[in-house]
């Protein structure tokens, strides 16, 4: 169970993974010692784990995103998602409820680099039917 000051820290962490520990502290008004020993904890405890790049809104704003729906063959699932995984441009795949089985995020840099991975997405065995829409404005990400 995660406390009140794990969860501030966790936000501060989203926000700059690069975050200094004595920045961290002076923000939750907790020794540098204590942040270090929850950061450990945290991390040991499987809440944390990594810290990675998140791209910059001028970068991210120039790219086409789209989430297209999946429609699949349930006995080639697995090996559709493998494969999807290899697409560098495939930056989410959720396995989701309803009619479709999965939902993918395809982020590209170019109308015809998506259409490119759509065509590769659509043409792996065990894909019956997708549905695309493609992303015009974020308004809230948190």
Same mark, same amino acid.
């Given at each position: 169970?995660?406390?009140?000051?794990?969860?501030?820290?966790?936000?501060?962490?989203?926000?700059?993974?690069? $975050?200094?520990?004595?920045?961290?502290?002076?923000?939750?008004?907790?020794?540098?010692?204590?942040?270090?020993?929850?950061?450990?904890?945290?991390?040991?405890?499987?809440?944390?784990?990594?810290?990675?790049?998140?791209?910059?809104?001028?970068?991210?704003?120039?790219?086409?995103?789209?989430?297209?729906?999946?429609?699949?063959?349930?006995?080639?699932?697995?090996?559709?998602?493998? $494969?999807?995984?290899?697409?560098?441009?495939?930056?989410?795949?959720?396995?989701?409820?309803?009619?479709?089985?999965?939902?993918?995020?395809?982020?590209?840099?170019?109308?015809?680099?998506?259409?490119?991975?759509?065509?590769?997405?659509?043409?792996?065995?065990?894909?019956?039917?997708?549905?695309?829409?493609?992303?015009?404005?974020?308004?809230?990400?948190?």
């Amino acid at each position: 169970m995660l406390t009140e000051k794990d969860e501030e820290l966790l936000s501060i962490l989203r926000c700059n993974a690069r $975050a200094s520990i004595s920045d961290i502290a002076r923000a939750t008004n907790v020794s540098r010692t204590a942040i270090q020993n929850r950061l450990n904890k945290l991390e040991n405890n499987g809440v944390i784990k990594a810290y990675s790049v998140v791209l910059g809104h001028e970068y991210i704003n120039k790219l086409i995103t789209a989430n297209v729906s999946l429609k699949v063959n349930p006995n080639l699932r697995q090996t559709i998602c493998i $494969a999807m995984r290899k697409t560098h441009q495939i930056s989410h795949i959720y396995s989701i409820s309803g009619e479709y089985d999965l939902q993918v995020t395809i982020q590209a840099q170019t109308l015809e680099k998506l259409n490119e991975v759509l065509n590769i997405v659509c043409s792996l065995e065990g894909v019956e039917r997708t549905n695309s829409s493609i992303i015009l404005d974020t308004i809230f990400e948190r």
